[in-house]
């Protein structure tokens, strides 16, 4: 049985730490899930590890649900979170109902995340009153890169904290069920977390939060062209994966492959006719 957004609010209150991974497809979601993960969030950031854009701007609604689709049949007890990508809930409050609908209706998650704090509360508020669970997302905010010029830690002076504090709080009163801090020090990570209810995320943020998340191409080492600061790589796929490539390509070259072992016979006479 899937976990809750009720189930996760037990983790925070009871103090255990909260995992969350992104995924993107069936077998990593089914890995993932079997592995025990808490949350799986089908992150925007598919733009980048997944579909090789330079950020996550161009990812539309319909990547989102074809990529949710794949995570929810590949899972059965993490609770799932689409992600909203850039310009779905900005532009007015029907688009953004409809577009957090349709993560449930058409790609079965549990919940949907944005991006945003005092500026996307009352979308919150409009979005938890139809049913729909939130995530928050504070801090550093993909989306809105171009506009943080670039993927900076935020809230380092006393104005940007204070506004990183507003925000979380403005996202719990909205009713969100937790808020993901991203690239936030520590010591203000830890001081929103000791301020809210419900759990915070962190990435990049410190040791403090409510629970963690990661992305997995970055954890797995799957993705080499960026990796970030706070990422901790406890795996290298990559150099792995192109080793056991490059020993297929020489193996078809010499002919070792594929071996009597790898295909099936049947009786020569069965052929004698067609010759």
Avoid at 183 to 208: D, F, Q
Avoid at 241 to 254: Q, R
Wanted: hydrophobic share 40%; with cysteine; glycine share 10%.
């Amino acid at each position: 049985m899937r976990l809750t957004i009720n189930k996760i609010q037990e983790k925070k209150n009871a103090g255990e730490r909260i995992t969350m991974l992104t995924a993107y497809d069936y077998p990593t979601a089914q890995i993932v899930d079997e592995a025990g993960v808490d949350l799986i969030l089908v992150g925007d950031t598919l733009g980048m590890v997944v579909l090789g854009y330079e950020s996550t701007i161009p990812v539309t609604m319909d990547d989102m649900i074809h990529h949710t689709k794949a995570v929810v049949r590949g899972s059965k007890n993490a609770l799932v979170i689409g992600d909203m990508p850039f310009m779905s809930y900005q532009v007015g409050i029907s688009d953004t109902l409809r577009n957090a609908a349709r993560f449930l209706q058409e790609a079965g998650c549990q919940a949907i995340k944005l991006e945003g704090g005092v500026t996307v509360a009352e979308s919150v508020r409009r979005i938890v009153d139809c049913g729909i669970p939130v995530m928050g997302h504070i801090g550093l905010t993909p989306q809105s890169v171009n506009q943080l010029g670039g993927f900076r830690m935020q809230g380092k002076t006393p104005e940007a904290a204070e506004r990183l504090l507003n925000d979380a709080l403005a996202l719990e009163k909205a009713g969100a069920f937790a808020v993901v801090m991203e690239l936030v020090p520590r010591e203000l990570a830890k001081l929103i977390t000791s301020k809210l209810r419900i759990p915070t995320i962190g990435i990049g943020a410190g040791p403090w939060c409510s629970g963690q998340v990661l992305v997995i191409h970055d954890m797995l080492g799957l993705y080499t062209d960026f990796v970030p600061k706070h990422n901790k790589q406890y795996a290298r796929m990559a150099g792995t994966m192109k080793s056991a490539i490059s020993d297929y390509v020489k193996e078809v070259h010499s002919g070792e492959f594929p071996g009597p072992e790898h295909s099936a016979t049947i009786d020569e006479s069965i052929l004698d006719g067609l010759q």
